[in-house]
């Protein structure tokens, strides 16, 4: 498939995504073909494969450098990341990359055991984006569409930061995005 949109996704994620990702001993593309590979090897669907890949492209789109919230900023990167793919994916890829921060903050919230599973990167921005959800929040979120995909896709966020853990390469997961890409025009 030659398709310039394809061609940008995996041109950031080869390209762009060799900073460290956050306090872990991975880059960013360790950590987005990690999160990818979780979804696949648990059977997700097409759209939340992709989803797990591309769930942090918006680090990889601003200019704020490798770990904005070592200085107190909050990067918004869920945010960009999903104006970036809304232009290109249906809201089954899209969504869940615009509520994984907030899937955070869910599953900090209404699991006791949650937050100790954090990473000391993930415990830094959480203080960012607003800390664990209130009952009023929780139920708010879950009431969202696509907020059971989104916490899906956080538990493997979470769980892609493995040092030297072997993955498929970008080239693996390219047919999972293709299949979720929007025709021209959308």
């Known amino acids: 498939m030659n398709d310039t949109r394809l061609d940008r996704i995996a ?19 360790q950590h987005a073909l990690q999160a990818a590979w979780l ?5 997700c669907s097409d759209a939340l494969i992709a989803a797990s890949l591309m769930h942090d492209i918006g680090h990889m789109i601003h200019d704020l450098g490798d770990d ?25 890829v899209s969504e ?18 949650y937050f100790a599973k954090l990473s000391p990167d993930s415990v830094r921005s959480l ?7 209130n009952a009023a929040e929780l139920a708010d979120f879950m009431a969202q569409p696509f907020a059971a995909d989104a916490v899906t ?10 040092k030297g853990l072997e993955t498929p390469p970008v080239a693996h997961f390219t047919p999972f995005v293709a299949r979720c890409i929007q025709p021209d025009g959308v």
């Open 153 to 162: 896709l956080r538990r493997f966020d979470e769980g892609a930061k493995v």
């Open 96 to 113: 869940p990359v615009r509520l994984h921060v907030a899937a955070k903050r869910y599953l900090c919230g209404a699991e006791a055991d």
């Open 127 to 133: 203080a960012l984006q607003g800390g664990p959800m």
């Open 11 to 29: 041109s950031l994620l080869t390209l762009k995504a060799e900073g460290q990702y956050g306090l872990a001993a991975i880059t960013q593309r």
């Open 39 to 43: 979804a696949e090897r648990a059977g």
């Open 68 to 92: 904005p919230a070592a200085t107190g900023i909050d990067d918004l990167h869920e945010e960009r990341g999903h104006a970036f793919l809304a232009r290109w994916f249906g809201p089954e």
